[in-house]
């Protein structure tokens, strides 16, 4: 069975850094990668970066230059570290790969 723990979330002020932590048991990252997704209150979930291995690491436009994600196989643990946070970056952060997903970790971002 596979389970994924997202963990890191918190507040943060304008302009502040958070890293989020994907780890999965059951699920070898390195074999299948590994995807973030966000959902604002309000909103539809999109997509915000994909990751196999640094070389094919892909990002939405919003979040290009800000954040990156990266993956450490020893610890089959996926990471979104996250600069230069925006109000508009507040959402719940969900893991995702394959077809399973994380519980999710919230994100809120404001002065």
């Known amino acids: 069975q596979v389970q994924l723990v997202e963990s890191g979330g918190g507040s943060v002020q304008p302009g502040g850094s958070l890293r989020l932590s994907c780890a999965a048991s059951?699920?070898?990252?390195?074999?299948?990668?590994a995807a973030w997704y966000r959902q604002a209150p309000g909103k539809q979930r999109e997509w915000v970066a994909s990751?196999?291995?640094?070389?094919?690491?892909t990002y939405t436009d919003s979040v290009k230059g800000r954040f990156t994600i990266s993956g450490d196989y020893a610890r089959n643990t996926v990471y979104l570290q996250m600069n230069s946070l925006k109000p508009e970056d507040t959402a719940v952060y969900y893991c995702r790969s394959g077809n399973d997903w994380g519980q999710g970790t919230q994100v809120t971002v404001s002065a």
């Open positions: 990751f196999i291995t640094a070389d094919t690491a």
């Open positions: 059951g699920r070898i990252f390195a074999i299948t990668g």
